[in-house]
């Protein structure tokens, strides 16, 4: 499942509604300029159809980004207002991802180098290092008496 969060006043949020669909592209470092364009146009005022090449999986309902690392094709599950905003709520119902961002067919989010946007600083930011294991670390603070 994949959740995203947009103004309910975005041509986009209204696609989703209609189309019961949505696709999610991560975008990598190399794609930041473009990306941030995309943000800072709305639909209504430029046609951004012809930034990225895209491609559509088999529900071809959402347009999937061949530059992006990774690309999401989701199914619309649920919509729920969040003060002005919609909290759209997604099935992963295909996934989109070059060989050379795999590692032995997991993907590897070091190679792909995604582009993280933070709030409220409004900055770009790439992923950073492997940390460790996720449901391991943690053991490390676990005592015999539990």
């Given at each position: 499942?994949?959740?995203?969060?947009?103004?309910?006043?975005?041509?986009?949020?209204?696609?989703?509604?209609?189309?019961?669909?949505?696709?999610?592209?991560?975008?990598d470092?190399?794609?930041?300029v473009?990306?941030?364009?995309?943000?800072?146009?709305?639909?209504?005022?430029?046609?951004?159809?012809?930034?990225?090449?895209?491609?559509?999986?088999?529900?071809?309902?959402?347009?999937?980004?061949?530059?992006?690392?990774?690309?999401?094709?989701?199914?619309?599950?649920?919509?729920?207002?969040?003060?002005?905003?919609?909290?759209?709520?997604?099935?992963?119902?295909?996934?989109?991802?070059?060989?050379?961002?795999?590692?032995?067919?997991?993907?590897?989010?070091?190679?792909?180098?995604?582009?993280?946007?933070?709030?409220?600083?409004?900055?770009?930011?790439?992923?950073g290092d492997?940390?460790?294991?996720?449901?391991?670390?943690?053991?490390?603070?676990?005592?015999?008496?539990?």
């Amino acid at each position: 499942m994949l959740a995203i969060c947009l103004s309910k006043d975005h041509l986009t949020s209204k696609a989703i509604q209609e189309n019961k669909a949505f696709s999610v592209n991560f975008p990598d470092r190399a794609l930041a300029v473009k990306a941030d364009y995309c943000g800072l146009k709305s639909g209504k005022e430029v046609d951004k159809s012809n930034i990225f090449n895209i491609f559509y999986g088999k529900e071809h309902q959402s347009p999937l980004i061949e530059e992006c690392p990774l690309s999401a094709s989701c199914k619309l599950t649920e919509v729920i207002q969040v003060a002005g905003d919609l909290l759209i709520i997604g099935e992963v119902v295909e996934a989109f991802s070059d060989e050379g961002y795999l590692n032995q067919g997991e993907p590897d989010v070091k190679k792909m180098d995604l582009l993280i946007f933070t709030m409220p600083d409004n900055k770009y930011w790439s992923l950073g290092d492997y940390i460790g294991q996720a449901f391991e670390i943690g053991k490390s603070m676990s005592s015999d008496e539990e």
